[in-house]
């Protein structure tokens, strides 16, 4: 595998701290969310960090590449061209679902997927499509997880190991990430650094947090814990990792703050001695590589590599071809199950931990009210303030899955609130009806009509 160009110390690049991000001292490179962006237009803060050589990589959050379904080519379309624009060595994403196709339903944040063969297969092979697709090498990144999903076959070392060995595909390690799964799901965060391909490794995230009631939330609002850097130190010992970088999403600290947070990460790199890569780990060495370790998943009538041993291997058949398919049947059914709990209120699957499927839908919903807010930020004020809104929102969600984009989430809530005759104070109606009649583009409906629909969202 080619060395991974070197990157060095950066930051999450967000618009509400784009000035303070300009003035930073020692900036190596800076990610932005790729979907956050506009490949014509791309803001002047971005140019001008360009400018300066500070090198900028896009973070996809919304691909779904762990998906049942093959990644949508216009997504891939879109992440190749904000790499073309960016000028980018690397664009990376999550090895997560975020929607399902039937029904039509979309998470609004990243879900783990099952760490089973069948999962393993299809996100092989949907790898396999985005690195066609894509003009510049793929990362994908270790997801934060609030559930398991029972009947697990690998760890996530395995999982990541093999991902690695079949698609040749580098590695985003969220440190933050491995201690929330610690909590969270009881994974060993020392075993998944020793049994993975370090080699493979393209950059660290490095993020904060907050614990509640047994549970913990990646927040990326809050400083970067001592138990973070004690990961990030852990990984340094084993790897001199190409690039690290500091996440921030919201709750945004003084400047200062920011640069201290940039200051301790580089003190941990600097004080953790590299030991050199570790011989193959034994959990690592029955991995299967060659013609017998694709389980039939990568559906390409074309010989494959293992990148890390640079051995060919045999095309998979037609038949395992049709394998992969009924694959991604069973796979769809499952993840469709759990998001229809988490998001419709259907009953939880067999084998899920209820309570946590419970604090997860909440956590689905609450982040649905916050992205809206922000998406459309005049609907707090119509609606009398973020609490009134926030209380119409929820109770919107739990009958209302979201099946688009959070544009459209916006478009639709307002709409509910219209065809129940909402909010009460008619002033207040006049201003909704207005921004929706703007953004939607048409009347909005007639009473019957809205009667109509009222009677179906009962019924539902």
Same mark, same amino acid.
């Given at each position: ?83 073309v624009a960016l000028g980018a060595p690397i664009v990376t994403e999550h090895i997560a679902f975020v929607r399902t196709s039937s029904p039509a339903l979309e998470a609004g944040h990243l879900l ?135 996440? #921030?999403?919201?709750?945004?600290? *003084?400047? +200062?703050? !920011?640069?201290?947070? /940039?200051? &301790?990460?580089?003190? %941990?790199? $600097? ?56 694959? #991604?049947?069973?796979?769809?059914? *499952?993840? +469709?199950? !759990?998001?229809?709990? /988490?998001? &419709?209120?259907?009953? %939880?699957? $067999? ?56 544009? #459209?989430?916006?478009?639709?809530? *307002?709409?509910?609130? !219209?065809?129940?005759? /909402?909010? &009460? ?36």
């Open positions: 595998m080619k060395p991974m160009e070197r990157l060095g110390v950066g930051i999450g690049w967000r618009p509400e701290i784009a000035d303070a991000v300009e003035r930073l001292p020692g900036l190596d490179w800076v990610e932005v969310v790729a979907e956050n962006i506009c490949p014509g237009h791309l803001p002047e803060s971005l140019v001008r960090l360009r400018e300066r050589g500070v090198r900028v990589v896009p973070h996809g959050v919304s691909l779904g590449i762990g998906g049942a379904d093959r990644p949508d080519p216009a997504k891939l379309a879109a992440l190749g061209e904000r790499a783990p997927v099952p760490r089973t063969r069948d999962a393993l297969d299809v996100l092989c092979q949907n790898v396999r499509i985005a690195q066609d697709a894509l003009p510049v090498p793929l990362a994908l990144e270790n997801i934060a997880a609030l559930i398991s999903w029972p009947d697990e076959e690998l760890t996530e070392g395995q999982f990541l190991t093999e991902l690695v060995e079949r698609t040749g595909v580098r590695l985003l390690i969220d440190v933050a990430n491995l201690h929330t799964n610690r909590v969270n799901r009881g994974d060993d965060p020392a075993a998944v650094l020793d049994s993975i391909p370090l080699e493979a490794l393209a950059y660290v995230h490095v993020a904060g947090g907050v614990e509640k009631g047994g549970v913990w939330h990646d927040t990326h609002a809050h400083p970067v814990p001592p138990v973070v850097l004690d990961l990030l130190a852990g990984l340094r010992s084993r790897v001199d990792p190409p690039g690290v970088l500091l996440e #921030r999403d919201d709750d945004f600290p *003084a400047e +200062a703050e !920011l640069a201290g947070e /940039l200051t &301790a990460i580089r003190s %941990v790199l $600097e004080a953790a001695p590299v030991e050199g890569v570790p011989p193959v780990p034994e959990a690592r060495r029955g991995v299967s590589s060659g013609a017998e370790g694709f389980h039939g998943s990568e559906g390409r009538a074309m010989v494959a590599f293992d990148a890390l041993r640079g051995r060919p291997t045999a095309p998979p058949s037609p038949s395992e071809r049709g394998v992969a398919e009924a694959t #991604r049947t069973r796979v769809g059914l *499952a993840q +469709a199950a !759990l998001l229809s709990a /988490l998001v &419709a209120g259907t009953p %939880v699957p $067999e084998g899920f931990d209820r309570p946590r499927i419970r604090v997860q839908a909440r956590a689905l919903a609450a982040k649905r009210a916050d992205v809206v807010a922000k998406v459309a930020p005049e609907l707090p004020g119509i609606l009398g303030g973020s609490g009134p809104y926030r209380e119409a929102f929820l109770a919107y969600a739990k009958s209302r899955p979201m099946t688009g984009g959070y544009r #459209r989430d916006a478009l639709d809530f *307002a709409e509910h609130l !219209l065809v129940r005759d /909402l909010p &009460a104070d008619p002033a207040a109606r006049r201003r909704l009806t207005a921004w929706w009649r703007e953004r939607a583009g048409v009347r909005p409906p007639r009473r019957i009509v809205r009667w109509a629909r009222t009677l179906v969202g009962r019924a539902a």
